[in-house]
């Protein structure tokens, strides 16, 4: 058996035993190593048993919390308006099976979309406190530090595809999921010392590398989206320091970027003089995002999961198929719109809405001078969760599992967040009596 699978089947086997007897944020760990490890994408996965290791590990998660008494908050998200909308858009999509266009996509859809609901309970429940927070972001970073080691130690010239695992095995899903672990590297970079510092230097170095080995155009904007956010969320009196390291990444990035991501970054302007030198692919997205318009003109309460996908052969122009016929969304707006309806878009605006407020919110709440650290902890994943929107505008991303991870750390964060503000309210008073 290959070094790469006892490495895994240990840690996996670890992390679920200390989850179920002791905590389960030690499952929630081990369902993290296996969306990023993913041994059935691997070379040596056949030579373990076929099980649903993700399906395990999160079962084990929700068990341990609802048995052990440590962990009384186990139903916490609930407490959140982003929580009660994700509950509804789930609640929405399974009333959809009356009217979807594809019962099969759709039945595939809800399941995927309600074990997100469970999971993003999960991360709100378990990451209860700052310890736990920096413990889970670290893994998140290691984890990532081995998808860009994978996309720098595998590349070809060509786009990386196949790397990832479930939901980001294509160019574009793993380069927003890297974008955004770039962005939290870089804050871990600027916020840590000693062999934290160097960890997160060795981070930041392969996922931004891995994003620009992508060459994906969304990931690339979803890096500086995520940046500008990363400014928006900067903790207070950080002005003169962010731009010192905004200076050092806009100088890293343009080391990295390579001939493939500026030829393919120049295809977002259309060249008005000659619509044929316009890349094909690119132009091809211009007619599916027309036809997604009329789906949904013909389709206000949805046509189901991949509706696009669905009824691309009666709405696209045959000279726009794919090789195996039809085509699927390159937005993730216009799918929540085709396959969600009216209802749907307005339930998934609300929760970006309220998301991107809630981390407005939690700077606030660490915008005293001992929050620092926490503070750029929000804006990291800030920073991240907006990069995850932006590339979202450029690949269908609605499925995307990272986007509900991201909407359970912000609660989680403002969760930590409440808790040290209503400490230091408490002490005051104290003190003041």
Not at 115 to 124: I, M, S
Not at 424 to 433: G, I, K, Q
Request: aromatic letters at 12%.
């Amino acid at each position: 058996m290959a070094i790469q699978a006892i490495f895994f089947i240990t840690a996996y086997g670890v992390g679920l035993v200390v989850g179920f007897l002791f905590s389960p944020v030690f499952a929630l760990y081990a369902y993290v190593l296996t969306f990023f490890v993913h041994p059935q994408s691997r070379w040596w996965g056949p030579a373990l048993p076929d099980l649903r290791w993700s399906f395990i590990a999160a079962a084990v998660a929700a068990l341990s919390m609802l048995l052990h008494r440590s962990e009384p908050d186990r139903f916490i998200g609930s407490r959140y308006r982003i929580y009660w909308l994700c509950v509804l858009y789930v609640l929405w999509m399974w009333c959809q099976f009356g009217w979807a266009v594809d019962l099969d996509l759709h039945r595939e859809g809800v399941i995927f979309m309600t074990k997100y609901l469970v999971l993003t309970g999960l991360l709100v429940g378990l990451l209860s406190n700052w310890r736990r927070l920096e413990t889970f972001l670290s893994l998140y970073l290691a984890a990532n530090l081995y998808l860009g080691w994978m996309a720098w130690s595998m590349s070809t010239g060509g786009r990386l595809d196949g790397i990832g695992g479930p939901g980001i095995d294509d160019s574009s899903s793993l380069g927003m999921v890297l974008a955004g672990a770039a962005i939290i590297a870089g804050v871990g970079f600027n916020n840590s010392h000693g062999w934290r510092k160097a960890f997160a230097a060795l981070s930041l170095a392969f996922t931004l590398n891995g994003v620009f080995l992508t060459a994906s155009r969304g990931a690339v904007l979803a890096l500086f989206g995520g940046g500008i956010a990363l400014f928006w969320l900067r903790p207070p009196r950080q002005l003169t320091r962010m731009a010192i390291y905004a200076g050092m990444a806009l100088a890293a990035c343009g080391i990295l970027a390579g001939d493939m991501v500026v030829e393919r970054m120049r295809t977002l302007k259309v060249i008005t003089e000659d619509v044929n030198a316009l890349e094909k692919s690119a132009f091809s997205r211009i007619e599916i995002a027309k036809a997604q318009l009329r789906i949904a003109g013909d389709h206000p309460l949805g046509a189901g999961h991949k509706g696009t996908e669905a009824l691309s052969f009666i709405y696209i122009e045959k000279e726009w198929h794919s090789r195996g016929g039809g085509r699927s969304s390159h937005n993730t707006f216009l799918s929540v719109l085709v396959d969600q309806g009216l209802p749907g878009v307005i339930m998934w605006i609300a929760t970006v809405c309220f998301a991107l407020s809630m981390l407005r919110a939690n700077r606030r709440l660490l915008s005293g001078p001992g929050d620092t650290d926490y503070a750029w902890l929000n804006a990291g994943v800030g920073g991240a969760f907006v990069a995850v929107l932006v590339a979202g505008m450029f690949s269908p991303q609605l499925r995307s599992e990272i986007f509900f991870w991201f909407l359970g750390l912000i609660m989680a964060l403002n969760r930590c967040a409440l808790s040290l503000s209503e400490t230091r309210a408490m002490s005051d008073s104290s003190e003041t009596v």
